[in-house]
């Protein structure tokens, strides 16, 4: 089994940046993908970000590219998400997630694991 914990979340002003972790345990070994996904109030769940973790491949939405940085540590099975040039529609509950030997990364329902989620409000 695999538990993820997610820290970072924040309030921070336009331009602002904020970097969330996502911590794993447990099983994490394989051929696994570790994504960020976001849901704002009203709002289907979004794809931000995803990193396959033995390649180091990376797949970022449009909305964020050139301004969020997924990464990972592998001694710490950790994946960060460094957002800069923060704006209001960033504002969502951020959650990690962890799949495992997935051909797509932008399909929430293909993920197994997830964190509890994580608050980033932006202020204009």
């Known amino acids: 089994q695999v538990q993820l914990v997610e820290s970072g979340g924040g309030l921070v002003q336009a331009g602002g940046s904020l970097r969330l972790s996502c911590a794993a345990s447990?099983?994490?070994?394989?051929?696994?993908?570790m994504g960020w996904f976001r849901q704002a109030p009203g709002k289907e769940r979004e794809f931000v970000a995803a990193i396959r973790w033995s390649s180091g491949n990376t797949y970022y939405t449009d909305s964020v590219k050139d301004r969020f940085t997924i990464s990972r540590d592998n001694a710490k099975n950790t994946e960060y998400l460094q957002m800069n040039s923060l704006k209001p529609e960033d504002t969502a509950v951020y959650y990690c997630?962890?799949?495992?030997?997935?051909?797509?990364?932008?399909?929430?329902?293909?993920?197994?694991?997830w964190g509890q989620g994580t608050q980033v409000t932006v202020s204009s």
């Open positions: 447990g099983r994490t070994f394989g051929n696994i993908v």
């Open positions: 997630s962890l799949a495992r030997a997935i051909a797509v990364v932008t399909i929430p329902r293909l993920y197994d694991y």
